[in-house]
């Protein structure tokens, strides 16, 4: 069964309230951390709170990103509200947990302040099934990623990384590792998590190969 109760597809809500953010992606079975200060987004999680806590996050479509109302990318992924709290200066911070991918389908005017859409889960009605134990090859996703720390200075707790379950790798990998808001949605639209996990050790060895490129003297 899938978190939350929802097993399918059907399941879903067709109409979705949409959280565009530049550079962030959510993924099955993931977790996004929100810093809601908009008042439109505000309106958006009082009534996300009344209901039955969804938000769909979708990035701005690519050369949209600084528009007050940009075109939106063709996938996102629709989230529960697991967490939330508000601050004294009237922000709420919020927790979201990926359920699955959907595909934009039209926008609708629906009278709100923030944006909503009709959208479609169809094509991603794997994603209510944990693949926690698929791999196309772990040793070097774990080796790329060790590289791509070092390169970085990011400090990881390896043996946590080392037993956590395949899925929880690539995602977490996916969400947390700074590329540009392309690779997001790259590593995003990929179909299955071994579609996902080729694209990610592909962006961290071009990353590392990119690094070690000697720079022209100036």
Known sequence: MSA?????PADLPQTLALFPLEGAILLPRGVVALNVFEPRYLNMV???LGGERLIGLIQPAAGHEGDAAPDLADIGTVGRITSFSETDDGRYLVTLTGICRF??????QAGTPYRQALVSYE??????SSS???????????????????????????????????ETIINVAAQVCP?????KQALLEAQTLEDRERVLIALLEWDAAD???PRPMQ
């Open 4 to 8: 939350f109760g929802f097993r399918k």
């Open 179 to 183: 590329f540009d808001g392309l690779a």
């Open 211 to 213: 690094d070690r490129t």
């Open 103 to 108: 595909e934009f389908e039209q926008e609708l």
């Open 46 to 48: 009082d009534d996300a």
């Open 123 to 128: 094509r991603f009605a794997d994603d209510f």
């Open 132 to 166: 926690a134990g698929r791999s196309v090859d772990r040793e070097t996703l774990i080796a790329s990623l060790k590289t791509y720390a070092a390169l970085h200075g990011f400090d990881v707790e390896w043996d946590a990384v080392e037993q956590a379950p395949t």
